[in-house]
Structures are given as C-alpha cells and as structure tokens.
C-alpha cells in the first residue's frame, strides 16, 4: 500500500516515512510539505493513504482534507491526521471530514504501526465485502470495528504490546504463552495478558494444542 507523507518539518517528514517504509507491506510514494503539494501529490499519485499534518505553511491541513474529499480524483483516498494540534475543533473537524484516525505528536512508532496495521486490516475487509452483493450487520460491524484499535488494558505498554505482536508474526504456526515468554524474556503471566488482549481485540485468536496428557494447551495465532 502506498503512502503520501505530509509534513511541513522536512525530518518530521523523513522520520514518518522511516516507520512507513519499516511497516510490512507499505511503501512511500511521495513526500508533500505544504498544502498545495499535498494536493498536487494526491492527484498525481493518487496514494492509498495520506499521513496528513496540520499546521502547513500554506493552508491548514483540515482544508486539504475538504479538499481532497471534494475532488472526484481524490475522494477516494484515505487520510490519517498526525499533527501537534490538540484543541477539541481541529479533532472534530477531522472526524466530520472522515478520517480514519487522529494521532497526536509526538508518538511512538509502535502507535503509527498499529495505525498502518489497522488500515491494511480495514482494505481486507473492504476487499472481501466488494465480492458480495449486499452486506449484513455482522458485515457492517467487522468494517467500522477496524476504523478504531483498542486501547490497551490498565497494566499494559504499547512497547510491550509490540514485542508480543512481532513474536507472534515471526511464528506463523502459534506460540503458547510459555513459548511466547521465552521468545521476549517476559514472564509467563505477562505474556499470557499481551496475547489475551489481542484475542480481545480481534487481532490473534487461540488454538487448542493437544498434547500426550492432560490440559490442551492454548496456542496464539495473529490474524492476518
């Protein structure tokens, strides 16, 4: 998936296309720093998302994002807000102008991560509602249910919730809550809570593992 990168700080700029390019399965497609090259770019590009800041040199990032909604080359296009900009207008306007999240700076990479990871999950379910015909609720639900990640429990790290995530899609067949501790030097419990919550969260799921005696062990899988 293709990304446009609009920053008026040139190594804010550099920096969010370093996680865009790190994020499996993304790629940067262009690098825009005022609001008319944003535009520009979008056209001509035609980006699948737009990483879009708010304070521009030019005009305000909630009137790229009318614009780019207002043009038939471009409405299309999702946008994801990353911006400095706190006050309850701005965030509403963003909402209203639909887009898909609000990340306020600064930020850690695992949260831009989890952004990207959210968008690919939402164009899959996008995709695979496009084969049918109509849509139920269930349907319905699973789309707009991936517009918004979970928070994280009380208790919980984004640092750490990121750890367990790559521990998991570095081991396609599953990893046991043991196997899991071992793999990010985490205690057992602790592994054991970071898998729960992403079951919670739709994002693994469990499989029983049986083994010669006793209990099946629960084995988590992420969900592609």
């Known amino acids: 998936m293709r990304v446009l990168v609009v920053d008026d700080d040139f190594m ?52 790229v994002l009318r614009q780019l909604r207002a043009d038939p080359a471009t409405q299309d296009i999702d946008v994801l807000i990353i911006t400095a ?31 990207l990871e959210e968008f690919a999950t939402l164009r899959r379910k996008l995709h695979r509602l496009a084969q049918r015909s109509t849509a ?7 789309v707009f249910g991936a517009r918004t990640p ?11 919730a990121e750890l367990v995530r790559q521990a998991l899609q570095a081991h396609p067949d599953g990893l046991s ?16 809570r970071y ?5 919670a969260a739709g994002r693994a799921e469990v499989r029983l593992r049986y083994g010669g005696t006793g209990r099946p ?8």
């Open 12 to 63: 804010v700029a550099k920096v969010h296309s370093g996680y865009v390019s790190r994020a499996p399965g993304f790629t940067v497609a262009g690098v825009a720093h005022t609001g008319a090259e944003a535009l520009r770019a979008a056209r001509e590009l035609h980006p699948d998302l737009v990483l879009l800041d708010i304070y521009l040199p030019d005009v305000d990032g909630l009137s």
């Open 85 to 115: 900009a706190r006050d309850v207008e701005t965030v509403r306007g963003a909402l209203r102008g639909g887009a898909l999240h609000y990340l306020i700076k600064p930020f850690p990479s695992s949260a831009l991560q989890a952004q």
């Open 136 to 142: 139920g609720q269930e349907d319905v639900d699973a």
């Open 150 to 160: 979970k928070a994280l429990p009380k208790g919980l790290t984004e640092q750490t």
């Open 177 to 192: 809550a043991s196997e899991c501790a071992g793999v990010t030097d985490l205690s057992r419990p602790s592994a054991r």
């Open 195 to 199: 898998l729960e919550h992403f079951v």
């Open 217 to 224: 062990e629960r084995q988590y899988h992420w969900r592609g």
